[in-house]
């Protein structure tokens, strides 16, 4: 597989924390990107690596794609261009 992946931003909180985390949605900007660019979002959450997986090509700057993702330790969100495409 071709491409690289970019941490966008990684949220934590301290072991035995009584407080978690959320994602509430999730916003791309798709200005300069076609389909065959292949440009996806991951969300991992605590030990739950590629959790969510969105593909940014059909997502507006202008929309916010709702989400509720609770975690316990972790958040990170990552952004992935120029992957194979593949069928699907």
């Known amino acids: 597989t071709s491409g690289q992946a970019t941490q966008i931003v990684v ?15 999730v916003t791309a900007d798709n200005t300069d990107l076609t389909l065959a660019n292949n440009a996806q ?6 030990d739950d690596t590629n959790y969510l997986k969105l593909p940014a090509f ?28 593949t069928d699907r």
């Open 41 to 46: 979002i991951y969300v991992t959450r605590d």
């Open 58 to 85: 059909p997502m507006d700057s202008a929309y916010d794609f709702p989400a509720f993702i609770p975690a316990l330790r972790k958040l990170e969100i990552s952004y992935y261009a120029d992957a194979d495409l």
């Open 11 to 25: 949220l934590s909180l301290p072991e035995s924390s009584p407080e978690f985390l959320v994602l509430e949605s």
